[in-house]
Structure formats: structure tokens, C-alpha cells
């Protein structure tokens, strides 16, 4: 599945008042099927994302959507990879007990 979407940064320039935007393009690697329970009671739905670096690797990481659709949790770096097939591969064979771990990483994050 290859549908990408942009995440904005804004960046304030100290010479004027003007914002750039700098936009990363992250790639939706793979929605896992398995429903993972947060320590906050809620139930998430893990989606693998990934995105190529300036030297041609790849980036991987998790995020979490609430079945409520009202929280986001997202991992930082969960792996380097030399391209978006090794990415697709990585995300292919992550187990339940990693989401829940990932899961957790992603709540410590936001503490």
C-alpha cells in the first residue's frame, strides 16, 4: 500500500517575519490488522509509516490510531533501512507483542 502524506514544519526565519514550510513526505508502509490495548484503556489500530532519508535509506516508524478516533501516538525511529522494500519487509513481520511495546515506547514519548 503506498499512499503518502505530508507533514508540515514551520520554521521562523530570525531575518523576517515569514514562516517556510518544509515538507517531508512520510509513506504509509502497512495497516496492521492487529487491535493493540493502551495503557490508557483504549483500543489502536498500528499503521507502519516510512520515509527516504537525503543519503537514499529509509526510516520506519509506528503510529497509533485510536479506535475513537480521538488520540494519535506515534514511535520515534523504530528502524534504518537501505530502501522501502526492506521497510515494507520490516513492517510485514512485526508480531502483536511488538505493537504493544511499540505502544508503549509511543505513550512514553508524550510523557
Not at 507533514?7 to 512520510?26: E, F, K, Y
Not at 498500528?46 to 520515509?51: D, L, Q
Not at 525511529?77 to 508480531?95: C, F, H, K, M, N
Amino acid at each position: 500500500m503506498s499512499v503518502k502524506r505530508a507533514r508540515m514544519r514551520w520554521t521562523v526565519s530570525h531575518r523576517s517575519s515569514r514562516c517556510l514550510a518544509d515538507v517531508i513526505m512520510a509513506n504509509l508502509i502497512h495497516e496492521h490488522s492487529t487491535l493493540v490495548q493502551g495503557r490508557d484503556g483504549k483500543r489502536y489500530r498500528a499503521r507502519s509509516y516510512g520515509e527516504s532519508r537525503k543519503d537514499g535509506t529509509w526510516s520506519g516508524w509506528l503510529e497509533f490510531v485510536a479506535m475513537d478516533g480521538r488520540a494519535i501516538m506515534r514511535t520515534g525511529q523504530e528502524t534504518s533501512q537501505p530502501d522501502r522494500r526492506a521497510v515494507e519487509y520490516w513492517a510485514s513481520g512485526l508480531e502483536p507483542v511488538y505493537l504493544e511495546g511499540a505502544l508503549q515506547r509511543a505513550f512514553n514519548k508524550q510523557s
